[in-house]
């Protein structure tokens, strides 16, 4: 599944294939982001954030806690020190000649995966995802 957004030049894309119980990941199919409408030849901040099995998943982690109904002030830090939401990918790319901008994204089953795409600068425009 997927949810995309842009505003003022800025886009976002959320890709989840997400589960209920713990279920070990295992690869899935590669998810190919394609951004248009970008301005030609600038450069743009690509950040990537993905949770899943023991990835920014506190879920999992109390649920191999045994799912206790009170939390010990250590299990509360463990599951905050899990889920710090830290970028998996950031880079810098240049959209293309034609106001595109591609990439490929690994995917795990029950992954959700967050792709945020801004400018360097203070340029807008509008942009649309494929």
Same mark, same amino acid.
């Given at each position: 599944?997927?949810m995309l957004?842009?505003?003022?030049?800025? #886009?976002?894309?959320?890709?989840?294939?997400?589960? %209920?119980?713990? #279920? *070990?990941? /295992? *690869?899935?199919? *590669?998810?190919? #982001?394609?951004?248009? /409408?970008?301005? *030609?030849?600038? %450069?743009? =901040?690509?950040t990537? &954030?993905?949770?899943?099995? /023991?990835?920014? !998943?506190?879920?999992?982690?109390?649920?191999?806690?045994g799912?206790?109904?009170? +939390?010990?002030?250590?299990?509360?830090? &463990?599951?905050?020190?899990?889920?710090?939401? +830290?970028?998996?990918? =950031?880079?810098?790319? @240049?959209?293309? @000649?034609?106001?595109?901008?591609?990439?490929?994204?690994?995917?795990?089953?029950? !992954? #959700?995966?967050?792709?945020?795409?801004?400018?360097?600068?203070?340029?807008?425009?509008?942009?649309? +995802?494929?």
């Amino acid at each position: 599944m997927q949810m995309l957004s842009a505003e003022e030049g800025n #886009i976002a894309a959320v890709i989840w294939d997400f589960f %209920t119980k713990i #279920i *070990p990941s /295992h *690869p899935a199919v *590669p998810v190919t #982001i394609k951004a248009k /409408h970008l301005l *030609p030849g600038v %450069t743009y =901040q690509v950040t990537m &954030r993905r949770t899943g099995f /023991h990835c920014n !998943d506190a879920y999992s982690a109390y649920l191999e806690m045994g799912a206790p109904k009170d +939390l010990t002030v250590a299990q509360v830090d &463990r599951l905050n020190y899990l889920t710090r939401d +830290l970028p998996e990918m =950031q880079k810098m790319l @240049k959209a293309g @000649k034609d106001g595109s901008l591609q990439m490929t994204v690994p995917m795990n089953s029950n !992954d #959700i995966v967050l792709i945020t795409i801004q400018q360097d600068g203070e340029q807008k425009a509008v942009s649309s +995802l494929n």
